[in-house]
Nanobody, 124 residues
């Protein structure tokens, strides 16, 4: 199985910056896409940014030009640099990854994993 752990959430004033990190661990064979989602109180979880193993990225319109996603394939990590933060960015941010892992006896299985979430609060 594959576990994801996020780091870097916190409280910041509007206009400030935060950097989120996510580390994947376990019997990983390969990771395809990695991404960040967020969920604000009373709202559905939404995709914020995603990045493929080849480095292609996509962002929700509300964060374009302010957030940047990157990954370290060698260490199975993904990052989210968040600049010019706004109060509406306040949410729990979740890391997500999908790929394949060693399931034993030389076989591979697909996985899709979520982190436990990290709170980002932007004060006005």
């Amino acid at each position: 199985q594959v576990q994801l752990v996020e780091f870097g959430g916190g409280l910041v004033q509007a206009g400030g910056s935060l950097r989120l990190s996510c580390a994947a661990s376990g019997s990983i064979f390969s990771i395809n896409a990695m991404g960040w989602y967020r969920q604000a109180p009373g709202k559905a979880r939404e995709l914020v940014a995603a990045i493929t193993s080849g480095g292609s990225t996509n962002y929700v319109d509300s964060v374009k030009g302010r957030f940047a996603i990157s990954r370290d394939n060698a260490n199975n990590r993904v990052y989210l640099q968040m600049d010019s933060l706004k109060p509406e960015d306040t949410a729990v941010y979740y890391c997500n990854a999908d790929g394949t892992y060693y399931s034993g006896a030389g076989s591979l299985k697909n996985f899709g994993s979520w982190g436990q979430g990290t709170q980002v609060t932007v004060s006005s």
